[in-house]
C-alpha cells in the first residue's frame, strides 16, 4: 500500500525512522517572547513552525499563520 500524499509505500515506512529524518537542532522559543520577536526570527530564519521550550520542557508549538 502507498500512501497518496507522497508515494511512500508503507513497507518503506517500516525501514524509516523519526531520528534520521527530523530537524537535529531545531531554533527554539520561549513563552515569554514577544509575537514581535517570533515573527521576526521565523522571517529571518525562514521557518513556518517553531517549538515552545521552557526549562527542558517543550510546552506548545507556533507557526506562521497563528502569529501573522
Known amino acids: ?3 497518496w500524499s507522497s508515494d511512500v509505500c508503507s ?4 525501514r524509516m525512522f523519526v531520528r534520521d ?4 537542532d531545531p531554533v527554539c ?3 515569554d517572547q514577544t ?3 517570533v515573527v521576526d ?3 529571518e530564519k525562514k521557518l513556518h513552525r517553531l517549538p515552545v521550550v ?3 520542557r517543550i510546552v ?9
Open 29 to 31: 522559543i520561549t513563552p
Open 21 to 24: 529524518n527530523m530537524t537535529k
Open 1 to 3: 500500500e502507498c500512501d
Open 11 to 14: 513497507s518503506d515506512l517500516d
Open 35 to 37: 509575537i514581535s520577536q
Open 54 to 56: 521552557q526549562g527542558k
Open 41 to 43: 526570527l521565523m522571517s
Open 60 to 68: 506548545g508549538l507556533v507557526d506562521r499563520k497563528s502569529v501573522v
